[in-house]
Nanobody, 129 residues
Framework: VQLVESGGGLVQTGGSLKVSCAAS????????IGWFRQGRGKEREFVAA????????YYADSVKDRFTISRENAKNTVYLQMNNLKPEDTAIYYC???????????????????????WGQGTQVTVSS
């Protein structure tokens, strides 16, 4: 499956931005989708994830209550609505797809980048202070 992120940009502190992840080339509803980010000089970190059905969502503590992940399987798209943005949210944001079969394992961890098989190229989000 191919993933393409869009919607990044420059926003002021306290502002909002919605990034999208469009998928093609596979059965979109068979994948959990996660968002990760990597700031300059920092390691990649988990941001949020949504299960294949959309029934389960997961968030990093740093974005909980500010970011919302959602998916529209009919449009093969996952969204990340980001509110009350802070300068520390500045990063390249990547979406990634994890096959449904991985969720069957008892040690499945949607927070871990190792669960995700396909990655997009990323979209830059910059929050000015």
């Amino acid at each position: 499956v191919q993933l393409v992120e869009s919607g990044g940009g420059l926003v002021q502190t306290g502002g909002s931005l919605k990034v999208s992840c469009a998928a093609s080339g596979g059965t979109f509803s068979s994948y959990a989708i996660g968002w990760f980010r990597q700031g300059r000089g920092k390691e990649r970190e988990f941001v949020a994830a949504v299960s294949w059905s959309g029934d389960s969502t997961y968030y990093a503590d740093s974005v909980k209550d500010r970011f919302t992940i959602s998916r529209e399987n009919a449009k093969n798209t996952v969204y990340l609505q980001m509110n009350n943005l802070k300068p520390e949210d500045t990063a390249i944001y990547y979406c990634a797809a994890s096959p449904l079969s991985r969720s069957y394992y008892i040690d499945y961890d949607p927070y871990s980048h190792s669960e995700y098989e396909f990655w997009g190229q990323g979209t830059q989000v910059t929050v000015s202070s």
